[in-house]
Nanobody, 126 residues
Framework: QVQLVESGGGLVQPGGSLRLSCVASGFTFNQYDMMWYRQSPGKERELIAVIRSDNSGGVAKYAGSVQGRFEISRDNGKNTMFLQMNDLKPEDTAVYYC?????????????????WGQGILVNVSS
């Protein structure tokens, strides 16, 4: 059973902070690239942060919209990924999704090794 479960969302005022968690099970967590996406009504799903697998050094990368405000991290011993969100803005309001993908460019079809959480709502409002 493969499962990704997000937690930590909710309502927060502009300028505030939240920390999202994604607990993974059913696959070899440290061999996967982990990602956070978000999606708001009327907008395309947006990749906002990536943290690479152990094989790729665990390097993090961010979309320009969150650069400097959000921090992605992972604890491989706990099979958990985090997203620390600071200085939140109303435009950060979205459903946030945890995503995992195997770190292997030779695999032609990644659908068998790509997993999604069900999403969690972050509502930034005053």
């Amino acid at each position: 059973q493969v499962q990704l479960v997000e937690s930590g969302g909710g309502l927060v005022q502009p300028g505030g902070s939240l920390r999202l968690s994604c607990v993974a099970s059913g696959f070899t967590f440290n061999q996967y690239d982990m990602m956070w996406y978000r999606q708001s009504p009327g907008k395309e799903r947006e990749l906002i942060a990536v943290i690479r697998s152990d094989n790729s050094g665990g390097v993090a990368k961010y979309a320009g919209s969150v650069q400097g405000r959000f921090e992605i991290s992972r604890d491989n011993g706990k099979n958990t990924m985090f997203l620390q969100m600071n200085d939140l803005k109303p435009e950060d309001t979205a459903v946030y999704y945890c995503n995992a993908e195997c770190d292997d460019d030779d695999i032609l079809d990644h659908s068998t090794c790509e997993h999604w959480g069900q999403g969690i709502l972050v509502n930034v409002s005053s």
